[in-house]
């Protein structure tokens, strides 16, 4: 029996072989009407059928097996990691075993075909699907990517760092847990998400976010008052604040910021740990590929015109501008940055914090830093006209200047300069570079896996296929302690790299739309951001999985 036929007319085959009568399928179908939830779900929950009796069928009917996990035993958990948590969560399922060439995943939707789509891309396996229970399947995921789940794991497969006590009683205890835990896992940010009826516990690793187990309401208010003695800030009242927390590991410190914002059920907070790379890291280790680094450090050693890196939040642009400033850093040249706040002063630069709220915003510290001749001048964002404009007339005028700017990709980012007021002539005579990036997840190097996919498979998405091959050989992680059952650990840039020629400069003067200046881009032999993606998945660096969560195929 087809799939589709049968979830069309599932209800009058249920009736047809005498599980259910027809007065019993107009009730639930009218439960439906009302509330849109599936038809078997209504009549399990109604007592009409048999959840078991239910699944069997269905199983029976799509020609798969149906599965009890109360009874199937222990799932291993490099089994559930083959799997990204993100995708188990949203789509409902489980795998529950796996060889060389199969993966079995248990599902609660036979229907869902899309999701079987994507894990065969993702993996490579071949996929086998068993029907089991909704609320079975949903234990068997927090039993094995809840916070306690993954620490009773790693008890015997990891260790925990001790952090020194600055917390008080039983609550004072369950955040210290939290906070070595995160340390453990090398956490940025700890997520605490107050709901309805508890409070959500979220981990931040390598820029993704993963779930914990929750806290209750009651628990979390007292959490909120040890948070606030250890800052030594005032009682949350309803305004956004933030301060900072010092604490230790027994070898080094750990400076914690909490951020806190009110939400419709209570104070939202997120406790973070820099993570900021070293301002010394060479150019070649951020991830450049060699053709674009070579591009990429013939335009930043011209004597004048503007650089611009882009990206959204967290895609690592500081990074990147940090080891730039670096690269150039030489007793002969006078270089300036302009930022809110410098967390990694490099020796031999002019650092400068603007205070806005004093009335020395970046329009002021540019024109102060003028009067001191800089060779380089390094500009935090471009947020207005006003800087933008700024900035742009101290490269015409001799000077080196690097910026950035919040945008998805090169063509966009000349597009917004265009929208924030910039002239298109002064922006096609001093843009001599446009450089947008990512910050892309790296395969745990302790839990690799190497795999075949057909080539056929990535047809239509937008990247070079590996000539004369019908099998292309991809990594990918399996799940370890030492990257928290993630598969990955540590991230790496992928970088578009648009270097202004005539034909761009043209196209900018004349305010050519976003999609024909990224075809020239294109056309002239630049490759997108998903082209840097796949070498870094055809390299074994990292994966499928984030090649398409990072980027979109380029439109040419």
Known sequence: MQIASLK????????DVGIISADQLKAALEIQKRTG???????????????????????????????????????????????????????????????????KIAMADPFNVFAVDDIKLMTGYDVQIVIASEAEIKSAIEKHFSRQGFSDYRKTNGHKPSLRAVFSGKEGGLLTSIIENAVSENVSDIHFEPGAEAVGIRFCIDGFLYERAPVQKDTYQAICRQIEKAANAPQFNGKPKTCSISMGTEKNPVELTF??????????????????????????????????????RKQIEMPNGLVLI??????????????????????????????????????????????????????????????????????????????????????MTGHSVFSTLTSNDTAEAIVHLNNMGVEPFLTSSTLSMVVAQRLM????????????????????????????????????????AKCSMTGYRGRIAIFEILEINEELSSLILNKAPEDVIRNAF???????????????????????????????????
């Not at 149906?66 to 559930?80: F, H, K």
């Not at 302790?446 to 990247?463: D, H, I, M, T, W």
């Not at 951001?529 to 979109?552: C, D, I, Q």
């Open 8 to 15: 069309k007319r599932l209800g009058d085959i249920l009736v």
């Open 310 to 395: 882009t990206g959204p939040m967290g895609s690592g642009k500081t990074a990147t501008i940090d080891s730039t400033i670096s690269t150039l850093n030489f007793p002969d040249r006078n270089i300036f940055v302009i930022e809110e706040h410098t967390s990694n002063p490099i020796p031999g630069v002019t650092h400068i914090n603007t205070d806005h709220s004093g009335g020395f915003g970046f329009v002021q510290a540019i024109e102060a830093s003028l009067h001191h001749n800089p060779n380089i001048l390094m500009i935090e964002e471009l947020r207005d006209q006003q800087t933008a404009n700024l900035a742009i007339y101290t490269a």
């Open 522 to 556: 294109i056309a002239g032999g630049g490759f997108s951001l998903r082209e840097a993606a796949w070498h870094k998945v055809l390299g074994g660096v990292s994966t499928v999985e984030e090649m398409l969560r990072l980027t979109k195929v380029s439109r040419h």
């Open 259 to 296: 951020s806190c914002i009110p939400s419709v059920f209570g104070e939202r907070i997120v406790l973070s740990r820099p993570l900021t790379p070293e301002p010394h890291t060479p150019l070649e280790k951020l991830g450049f590929e060699p053709e674009g680094l070579a591009i990429y």
């Open 441 to 480: 997840r790296v395969i745990c190097p302790s839990c690799r896996q190497e795999y075949e996919v057909p080539a056929e498979n990535f047809k239509g998405l937008g990247v070079n296929l590996p000539q004369g091959k019908e099998k292309i050989k991809l990594s990918r992680g399996g799940g370890c």
């Open 37 to 103: 939830e599936k038809l078997g779900t209504i009549l399990s929950q109604t007592g009409t059928l048999n959840e078991e009796v239910m699944l069997a069928f269905l199983g029976k009917q799509c020609g798969v097996s149906y599965v009890s996990l109360s009874e199937y035993g222990d799932i291993p958990q490099n089994v559930v990691h083959s799997i990204p948590e993100s995708l188990i969560r949203h789509q409902t399922l489980i795998p529950i075993a796996k060889d060389e060439k199969g993966l």
